[in-house]
């Protein structure tokens, strides 16, 4: 088990933006060879997939964050980013980064997202 930690959510205004961060302290090198995605989760709802990134830099995202998110990876600091423009109300959530199947499905503990309209 390879233990993620998220950082960087927060509350904000509708239409604003924040950035999330994904990590493995114990393991970072677990950031840079393998997939990586955000998932978000409403308490009493179920996690939703939001994006995906992977080990090649390829991207996808969910039709309801397409053009307003950002996925990425810094290498050399082992992170992966989730960049949030234009935020709205129903984006509020905590978000979750994962490791991919392949990578032993590990997940973190999440960041809270707050959206306020």
């Known amino acids: 088990q390879v233990q993620l930690q998220e950082s960087g959510g927060g509350s904000v205004q509708a239409g604003g933006s924040l950035r999330l961060t994904c990590t493995a302290p114990?393991?970072?090198?677990?950031?840079?060879?393998?997939?990586m995605e955000w998932y978000r989760q409403v308490e009493g709802n179920q996690r939703e997939w939001v994006s995906f990134?992977?080990?090649?830099?390829?991207?996808k995202y969910a039709d309801s964050v397409k053009g307003r998110f950002t996925i990425s990876r810094d290498r050399a600091k082992r992170t992966v980013y989730l960049q949030m423009n234009s935020l709205k109300a129903e984006d509020t959530g905590m978000y979750y980064c994962?490791?991919?199947?392949?990578?032993?499905?590990?997940w973190g503990q999440g960041t809270q997202v707050t959206v306020s309209s």
């Open positions: 994962k490791t991919s199947p392949n990578c032993g499905n590990n």
């Open positions: 990134i992977s080990s090649s830099g390829d991207t």
């Open positions: 114990a393991f970072p090198i677990t950031i840079n060879i393998c997939n």
